[in-house]
Nanobody, 121 residues
Framework: QVQLVESGGGSVHAGGSLRRSCAAS????????MGWYRQTPGKQRELVAS???????NYSDAAKGRFTISRDNAKKTVYLQMNSLKAEDTAVYSC???????????????WGQGTQVTVSS
């Protein structure tokens, strides 16, 4: 049932770096866009970065210049390199993909379990 498996995350001091990974299971057949979201208590989930199947990237204002999203289609994996981390980056980060389990099914959103990233100042 778990179709996206995340790795990485954890705690880091301000100014440090983390790299997140999110791999799709065998149940995921075809992937379109991929992205990373984050959420803190009392706030709505926000898009941090996204990447299309063509490699077009988009970043939130907070992430731009510090974070880099990339994908490995052969591994069906999306990455988020997070540099120059700040305390305000502390949140639960979740990966998201638009994908289909078959070549005839409609595309839908799949979500990873979410992983805490804590940046201490």
């Amino acid at each position: 049932q778990v179709q996206l498996v995340e790795s990485g995350g954890g705690s880091v001091h301000a100014g440090g770096s983390l790299r997140r990974s999110c791999a799709a299971s065998r149940m995921i057949y075809r992937i379109d866009a991929m992205g990373w979201y984050r959420q803190t208590p009392g706030k709505q989930r926000e898009l941090v970065a996204s990447i299309t199947s063509a490699g077009i990237t988009n970043y939130s204002d907070a992430a731009k210049g510090r974070f880099t999203i990339s994908r490995d289609n052969a591994k069906k994996t999306v990455y988020l390199q997070m540099n120059s981390l700040k305390a305000e980056d502390t949140a639960v980060y979740s990966c998201n993909i638009k994908a289909t389990p078959t070549d005839w099914s409609a595309f839908r959103d799949y979500w990873g379990q979410g992983t805490q990233v804590t940046v201490s100042s």
